[in-house]
Structure formats: structure tokens, C-alpha cells
């Protein structure tokens, strides 16, 4: 085993919305640190292609729709006891206040809030997290910092924030630690869905406004990583805002 705390070996690693963008580069990241990854999401065709970039063995699939009931518990029943969970699965859907439905509402609240509710519920019923494991919740600065919009895509981060310093507060006494990442842009598929919503010009205006640039996958999986390892023991109930430097001016 590595002598340094940075690493994740002998770690077994259960990540959603693994099949693109910030969880396929976690999935990837942790398997290099040393983990066993269980990916799941809904198109299997892509978590296999993401399986066969994975450093090491022993990895898995799972494919599963985290709004199906039935899904959630056949995958909770298929997977052993984790020593970690990254939950990058994520809906964006902006709509002004004026536009809002319960329909709409119902979407973006469901998918980003309800579903990890229900998976980490699920995982502490049937006993499958490991003591001294580590739950990460991927939020947004959006969360603490809304956007005109973003009314639900921000509330359902923001529940999510609370959720998971409640987790930290319930599991502390078998060293769970819970926290959650926060970051600005990152150029993921729905950074492609952002730019070709808005003009070049719109942009370009946006990007210019983060002193270090806009994230890429790998920085949000590495910080992942950091949160999951044994180096982070001593960190629960935070959240790492990752902004590139956006927020220095608000």
C-alpha cells in the first residue's frame, strides 16, 4: 500500500452520472489513485466506454435510472459496502420565475435533490457504507450564489449543501465524513449546452471574468479525490467552492 495519504487503494468507490463529464473523469481519476470503481448511470452504452479507459481492476457497472425506485434498489442490492460515494448525476434547466410550472419544479428538485436523498438513504438502510467512509455531494456556487434562471437549479443545490452537513452531523460517530464541491463553469457537455444557449459575444464576456479560467473535469474529480482519500479525514461538513477566482469581485 502507498505510504502517502493521497491515495485511494483498497477503496471501493460508487459514482453516479459516471458516463460523462465531471463523474466519467472521477471515475477515472479515482481508479488511477488506486480505487474500485462501481459506475452507474442511465446509458450503458457510454459507461462501457468509459469502463475501458479505467486504470486497474475489479471495476464495475451498474446501469440505473436514479428516478426509478426499483432501479435505485436493485443497484443498492448489486453493490458490496462502500468506502466512498461521489454523487455527480445533475440536471440544468433554466426558466424564469414567471415560466415556473410544478411540473418543472418537480424536474430539476427531483433529479438533483430527491434522487440522492433516496440513493443515501438507501446505502445507510442496508448497511453498504463502509465506517470511515466518505460522501461527496457535487453542488454548485449557484447554490449560494443564484443566477436570473437558475431559481431551482439554486434550491436544489443549496438543499443539497444542507443535506449533506446534516449527513456529516448523523455519521460523524462512525467517521462518515460528508461534503460537498461547488463549482463555477466547468467545460463539461453542459458547458456545450451553456454556449449554445447564449452568443459568442455573451460568452466570451462570462469567461473573461474568471482570473484562472473556467474549470476542466479533472480539476473537480482530483478534488474529489482529495475529499475521498485518507489525507481529508479531518474534513466534514464543508464545501469547497471552485470558482477559477469568479467570486473575488462579488
Avoid at 485518507?230 to 467552492?241: C, D, E, F, H, S
Wanted: hydrophobic share 45%; charged share 15%; aromatic share 6%.
Amino acid at each position: 500500500m502507498s505510504t502517502t495519504p493521497f491515495h485511494l487503494t483498497d477503496k471501493t468507490i460508487l459514482i453516479t452520472g459516471a458516463s460523462s463529464g465531471i463523474g466519467r473523469q472521477t471515475a477515472i481519476e479515482c481508479a488511477a489513485m488506486g480505487a474500485k470503481v462501481i459506475l452507474t448511470a442511465r446509458n450503458d452504452g457510454r459507461l462501457n466506454n468509459v469502463m475501458a479507459e479505467l486504470p486497474g481492476s475489479g471495476h464495475s457497472t451498474f446501469t440505473c435510472d436514479l428516478l426509478n425506485a426499483l432501479d435505485v434498489s436493485a443497484l443498492v442490492n448489486y453493490i458490496g459496502a462502500v468506502d466512498g460515494v461521489v454523487h455527480c448525476a445533475g440536471l440544468v434547466k433554466p426558466f424564469p420565475v414567471s415560466f415556473l410550472t410544478r411540473e418543472k419544479m418537480d424536474e430539476t428538485i427531483h433529479t438533483n435533490f430527491y434522487t440522492v436523498v433516496e440513493l443515501t438513504t438507501a446505502l445507510f438502510k442496508a448497511k453498504k457504507v463502509n465506517r470511515g467512509a466518505s460522501m461527496v455531494f457535487l453542488s454548485s456556487i449557484s447554490g449560494q450564489h443564484p443566477h436570473k434562471g437558475g431559481s431551482m437549479y439554486a434550491s436544489s443545490k443549496a438543499a443539497l449543501e444542507a443535506f449533506s452537513k446534516t449527513v456529516a452531523l448523523e455519521y460523524a460517530a462512525k467517521a462518515i465524513r460528508a461534503n460537498c464541491i461547488s463549482p463555477a463553469m466547468v467545460k463539461t457537455p453542459m458547458f456545450d449546452d451553456a454556449v449554445a444557449g447564449l452568443s459568442a459575444q455573451a460568452m466570451d464576456e462570462h469567461v473573461a471574468k474568471y482570473p484562472l479560467g473556467v474549470g476542466l473535469p479533472e480539476d473537480i474529480a482530483r478534488a474529489a479525490v482529495f475529499l475521498l482519500s485518507p489525507a481529508a479525514r479531518w474534513i466534514t461538513g464543508t464545501n469547497l467552492v471552485m470558482d477559477g477566482g469568479l467570486l473575488l469581485e462579488y
